[in-house]
């Protein structure tokens, strides 16, 4: 399977596997008897599965030709726009998540992927009750409580993770050769 072909200087954005804005009709179309490499090959399951580094514009081969997430996305997308934690933050997040890491129950890592988002949100377009002022340093709780209300803790999960994701150091697919 050929890596998705995603801009390094690319701005993440995630837009959540749950937004009505996603042709969801579609995306079910395609991935239909589809399995193993080349359902993990698809340009959705790429964007969501965090493979494009949440470049909506990232071209991935698939069945013969190239798409984006974009090609399956409406208007009126709720869109998280993502930064990389600074080191001091990926250090805090780093070793919450080791200490954490193991622990049982369905909240076991909520305190390091909220944090990770707390960190990570840059800016949400398309929710104008989840604006806030974009102040360095991390998000205010309210609008991480917003979230929480609007879409429940998975989307918090989701967020977290992303960011966290998006800090990592390149991987080996990911360089120049």
């Not at 990926?90 to 890592?109: I, K, N, S, W, Y």
């Amino acid at each position: 399977m050929t890596p998705p072909q995603h801009a390094i200087d690319a701005s993440p954005i995630l837009v959540l596997s749950t937004d009505p804005a996603w042709d969801d009709d579609r995306i079910q179309s395609e991935l239909a008897g589809c399995e193993g490499e080349e359902k993990d090959a698809h340009p959705f399951v790429q964007y969501s599965n965090g493979h494009t580094r949440y470049d909506l514009t990232a071209r991935s081969t698939w069945k013969g030709g190239t798409g984006s997430a974009r090609d399956y996305l409406n208007e009126g997308a709720v869109m998280f726009h993502l930064r990389r934690h600074r080191p001091m933050h990926m250090a805090e997040v780093q070793d919450a998540f080791t200490r954490e890491f193991g622990r049982e129950g369905p909240t076991a890592l909520l305190s390091v992927w909220l944090k990770s988002a707390g960190y990570g949100i840059k800016e949400i377009t398309g929710a104008e009750d989840l604006a806030f002022d974009q102040k360095p340093g991390a998000v205010p709780e309210s609008i991480l409580l917003a979230i929480i209300d609007t879409y429940g803790l998975k989307a918090i999960t989701k967020i977290g993770s992303a960011a966290f994701a998006i800090s990592q150091p390149l991987r080996e697919s990911e360089k120049k050769v």
